[in-house]
């Protein structure tokens, strides 16, 4: 199995919070995609994933669940598609 981790940035200029950065990327496994999340800089709401968190993304759509001391891995932003695969919510 080969993991390809793709990665792009995005920066912006913002007049109070100056120049935000973020970077993102896509995830493929044998030359298909299976996670696709492009950067997004912007100081409100801006989407930003590590190598590392993009890896484990892909790892957790296969079915392999990471853990950091026994905590699932944290993904930094807020992703959707992550928190809903495993997490069963309350509400
Ligand atoms: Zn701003």
Excluded: Q, W
Excluded at 30 to 45: L, Q, R, S, T, W
Excluded at 60 to 87: A, Q
Aim: charged content about 35%.
């Amino acid at each position: 199995m080969k993991i390809e981790i793709r990665t792009n940035r995005d920066t912006s200029e913002c007049d109070t919070c100056g120049t935000d950065f973020a970077e993102g990327g896509s995830v493929l496994i044998d030359g298909k995609e299976i996670i696709n999340k492009p950067a997004v800089a912007y100081c409100m709401g801006g989407r930003n994933y590590s190598p590392a968190d993009l890896l484990v993304m892909a790892l957790d759509k296969l079915g392999h669940t990471v853990l950091v001391d026994e905590d699932r891995y944290h993904i930094t932003c807020d992703d959707k598609d992550y928190h809903r695969l495993k997490d069963d919510e309350d509400a």
